[in-house]
């Protein structure tokens, strides 16, 4: 059923977050929650956006929090800023996602944990709401090395997905995106993890994913203009590169390591990155691959058959409800971060 929380947070508080272990950053999680203090409004281009992104949807309105979701803190004088009501509504959405997709369900007991900014509220919200004799009974299996390091530092079981038996899935992953949209798909890899976190996804009965406003678009290309990573064998890359050009990529490239190493992006697989832009990639209809105008679906199937291309970073086709014994990529929801510190949230 398609519902739309609006859920209002006020406070203000930073947190400094990476992304993935290879771009030479390193997280330190929070060491417990931190709810700041006043509420302020949005601005702006956002709205317009959001406007556009959420017509398509039917929704509903949830006028106060969920009852076990952490209450906000005296008010205060300080005027929060709008980096500061980002991150404060990144952080409710998480908390919300995980009230919503794990803590009513402790039989739930394997649980995918990606990259990205909002995964560490994430597992501040899973450590904070679920009680710690269920906790106990659960283990996390990491896309990356941020999430591994999350996991650990957490002190929740660490596994591996190598080590999940044949047959057996996740029963749910929570994870960002680069952007999304109208139709839940997602572009994903710019911490250059995107291939293990698409075998934690697939792995997974349930993908929910977790992210801010500036994630959501009419169309994927129009906000996320690095373009769409694509993982590669190394030797590959020059014809890689040379049959996007052919179908259309608006100036693809392997993505360089710089400023923390020279060379290219190695991702934990020992493969290189190629980011390749398109014009914004149609939701519906069929592709015009004369002028470069993709279909999503089309796109993906296309370039998943380039000779040297291991993975994309296009999160497409169907959804957990969908797929029923799990394998899909696109998630059942997405919960959103929004300037104005509240969250909302679109269902498949």
């Known amino acids: 059923m398609n519902k739309h929380h609006h859920l209002l947070l006020r406070g203000a508080s930073s947190l400094t977050v990476s992304l993935c272990k290879r771009s030479g950053r390193t997280h330190r999680p929070p060491a417990r929650p931190l709810f700041p203090s006043s509420g302020a409004g949005g601005t702006t281009t956002a709205a317009a956006i959001v406007s556009n992104f959420f017509s398509r949807h039917h929704h509903s309105t949830l006028t106060s929090p969920h009852h076990n979701l952490p209450k906000p803190a005296r008010m205060s004088t300080t005027t929060p800023s709008p980096v500061d009501l980002?991150?404060?509504?990144?952080?409710?959405?998480?908390?919300?996602?995980?009230?919503?997709?794990?803590?009513?369900?402790?039989?739930?007991?394997?649980?995918?944990?990606?990259?990205?900014?909002?995964?560490?509220?994430?597992?501040?919200?899973?450590?904070?709401l679920v009680p710690p004799t269920t906790l106990s009974t659960m283990t996390f299996y990491p896309t990356g090395a941020q999430s591994e390091q999350l996991i650990e530092s957490a002190g929740l079981n660490l596994q591996y997905i190598n080590k999940l038996p044949p047959g057996t899935l996740l029963d749910v992953c929570f994870d960002g995106a680069d952007e999304v949209d109208p139709n839940l798909n997602l572009i994903k890899g710019g911490g250059a993890c995107l291939w293990q976190e698409k075998i934690v996804a697939t792995s997974s009965k349930k993908f929910v994913c977790v992210a801010d406003f500036r994630k959501m678009s009419p169309a994927l290309g129009t906000m996320w203009k690095k373009g769409i990573p694509i993982e590669v064998l190394p030797l590959a890359a020059n014809r890689v590169l040379g049959e996007l050009e052919r179908m259309g990529s608006l100036g693809p490239k392997v993505r360089p390591g710089l400023p923390g190493k020279a060379g290219a992006v190695v991702t934990d697989n020992g493969m290189w990155i190629v980011d390749a832009p398109f014009r914004p990639l149609r939701v519906e209809g069929t592709s015009d691959k004369e002028k470069g105008e993709?279909?999503?679906?089309?796109?993906?199937?296309?370039?998943?058959?380039?000779?040297?291309?291991a993975e994309i970073g296009l999160f497409y086709g169907k959804n957990g409800n969908q797929a029923g014994e799990g394998g899909a990529q696109k998630p059942v929801e997405a919960y959103f971060g929004m300037e104005d510190g509240s969250v909302k949230v679109l269902s498949a």
């Open 86 to 128: 980002i991150e404060q509504s990144k952080r409710l959405a998480a908390f919300q996602s995980v009230t919503a997709h794990l803590v009513p369900f402790p039989s739930r007991t394997r649980i995918g944990i990606g990259s990205g900014s909002t995964v560490i509220y994430v597992v501040e919200a899973i450590t904070t």
């Open 294 to 309: 993709w279909q999503v679906d089309e796109l993906a199937d296309a370039l998943i058959k380039i000779p040297g291309v």
